[in-house]
């Protein structure tokens, strides 16, 4: 027997707790993007895992998504400010297109374990950076 598809999904403390907690941890993720120039997705990959049990490659492309508009929007603010340099703009932003199409070509061939040790690692990296 078919399920009704117009069948309703049932409201809970939990359900509507969870939605909380995501929209609270976005508002964190678009925050550190905004403040920081970048970083949301130093934990929008580890909330996409843990809260909506996305696997580890689908985790980034979505992050991905998330913080492309949001970055947008960052950069407008910034372009309005007067806060950014046509050089560094041009030169680093070439650099960022073809490594993002670099880097979207090599998530679709490699492991989610290879791909978790690579962000783990940079993620150590980037922190001992800035403690050091």
């Known amino acids: 027997m078919k399920k009704n598809s117009k069948q309703k999904t049932k409201i809970t403390k939990k359900n509507i707790a969870k939605k909380l907690m995501l929209v ?3 508002g964190v993720i678009g925050f550190l993007n905004g403040f920081f120039g970048g970083g949301g997705g130093m934990v ?12 580890n490659k689908k985790a980034h492309a979505t992050a991905i998504a998330v913080i492309f508009p949001l970055s ?21 932003g070439l ?11 090599l998530l679709k061939y490699l492991s989610s374990n290879v791909i978790r040790v ?15």
């Open 24 to 26: 609270l941890i976005g």
């Open 44 to 55: 929008c990959v580890p909330t996409l895992e843990k809260f909506l049990n996305l696997d």
């Open 72 to 92: 947008v929007v960052s950069c407008a603010v910034y372009i309005f400010k007067g806060a950014i340099q046509s050089l560094p703009l041009m030169t680093v």
């Open 118 to 132: 690579i962000f783990a690692v940079l993620m150590l990296a980037g922190g001992l950076r800035l403690i050091l």
């Open 95 to 105: 650099g960022v297109i073809l490594g993002g199409i670099l880097g979207s070509i």
